[in-house]
């Protein structure tokens, strides 16, 4: 069914497709695919796309680690409201103060 959804380009689906292909989580590793449908997902602003994406430079996986764009997508994702970008963010900044990462990104 997430494979039909994202054949059709649906965002959402395009993200957590590309997720499970990056981790090869209950479907086989692609991470080409995976870092094409995070992509895809992102351009059109979908939030776990950009999450996703902040993932994978964060991880340098599919991509050379890019500390600068994994800010970018993480910031882009909590500023739709992911909760999981908030976390990431205050990681990033080296912080374990949720209200840092609140405060710098509304």
Do not use: C, W
């Not at 993200?15 to 090869?24: A, E, I, K, W």
């Not at 992509?39 to 994406?53: I, K, L, N, P, T």
């Not at 739709?80 to 209200?99: C, I, K, Q, T, V």
Request: charged content about 25%.
């Amino acid at each position: 069914r997430l494979e039909t959804l994202s054949a059709s380009k649906f965002p959402p689906a395009d993200s957590y497709l590309g997720l499970m292909l990056l981790t090869g989580t209950r479907i086989a590793k692609d991470t080409a695919r995976g870092l094409s449908l995070a992509q895809r997902a992102a351009a059109v602003d979908d939030r776990f796309g950009h999450y996703v994406m902040g993932m994978i430079f964060e991880k340098g996986v599919a991509q050379p680690k890019d500390e600068a764009a994994a800010i970018r997508h993480y910031s882009r994702a909590a500023r739709f409201g992911m909760p999981l970008a908030y976390e990431s963010l205050a990681r990033l900044h080296e912080s374990s103060d949720l209200n840092f990462a609140l405060a710098h990104y509304r």
